[in-house]
């Protein structure tokens, strides 16, 4: 079945304003030469309303890397669902491993994150992973599949069918150690297995699934070559827009 196809570049905590700036012209003077992808820009939160205004009508959408699921309140320091639409941004990223593991988000917390960015009109990406002692366990399968399970938890269809997974080993982000593309698509096959076990083969069939975790220009080729591999969430090689571009030029 023909899916979405999504590269995405996740920002992290990297770029101030004139960079961020200068990054996503970057990318949207190379889009010029159109590509068959959606692409999705994961900006530092500051920088949204600008990066959005910048993007608007172009190829390329804007999304905020975390958000908080209450619609509002006293939660100093944290964006709600409205401000990120607000800000011009359609898709918010949710549940990063550095979220789980720097900032102690639980399965529990993705789950309502995943909810409230449903209700506010936003496109959610759900990140999910194992850690090295988990695959050296050989948990890998068991992990990932409770991660989906919980953070779909309590969706219909219809509102499943709007997700989309990134499956990111912990132990490939950041590290150069990218996933071979068959243990990749070996999991990827598994979370599709596992969301049609939830909500039937058509939105799993349909669901993009990217991979993330040490995409480069020379290994995103092997990686999108396989069946249940739909794209890539990009960090590192994000950043510039040359090395961001080649990867989102894989055919
Ligand atoms: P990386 O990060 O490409 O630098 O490994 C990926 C991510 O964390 O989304």
Redesign the pocket.
């Known amino acids: 079945m023909a899916r979405r196809t999504i590269f995405a570049g996740?920002w992290?905590m990297y770029t101030v304003r004139g960079e961020a700036l200068a990054l996503a012209r970057g990318i949207l003077e190379g889009l010029k030469s159109p590509i068959p992808h959606e692409v999705v820009l994961f900006t530092p939160a500051v920088h949204l309303f600008e990066v959005a205004a910048l993007c608007a009508g172009g190829p390329v959408a804007v999304g905020a890397q975390n958000m908080y699921f209450e619609r509002e309140g006293a939660f100093t320091g944290e964006i709600s669902p409205a401000m990120v639409k607000d800000s011009g941004a359609r898709w918010v990223l949710i549940g990063?491993?550095?979220r789980r593991h720097v900032f102690h988000e639980t399965d529990e917390d993705v789950n309502k994150k995943l909810r409230a960015a449903l209700q506010a009109g936003l496109l959610p990406m759900v990140?999910v992973g194992e850690l090295l002692d988990e695959r050296e366990a050989e948990k890998s399968e068991d992990v990932v599949r409770v991660q989906v399970e919980r953070a779909f938890e309590g969706l219909t269809g219809g509102e499943a069918a709007s997700v989309v997974i990134?499956y990111?080993p912990v132990w490939?982000?950041?590290?150069g150690k990218v996933a071979t593309p068959e243990i990749a698509q070996s999991m990827h096959g598994h979370i599709r297995a596992v969301v049609e076990k939830l909500f039937g083969g058509d939105v799993a069939g349909a669901m993009p699934i990217l991979y993330?975790?040490?995409?480069k220009p020379d290994n995103i080729a092997g990686l999108f070559a396989m069946e249940d591999i739909d794209g890539a969430?990009?960090?590192?090689?994000?950043l510039k827009a040359s090395s961001f571009l080649e990867i989102a030029r894989v055919r």
Request: charged content about 15%; hydrophobic content about 30%; proline content about 0%.
């Open positions: 996740n992290k990063h491993s550095e990140c990134a990111e490939a982000i950041g590290t993330g975790g040490s995409v969430l990009v960090g590192g090689a994000s």
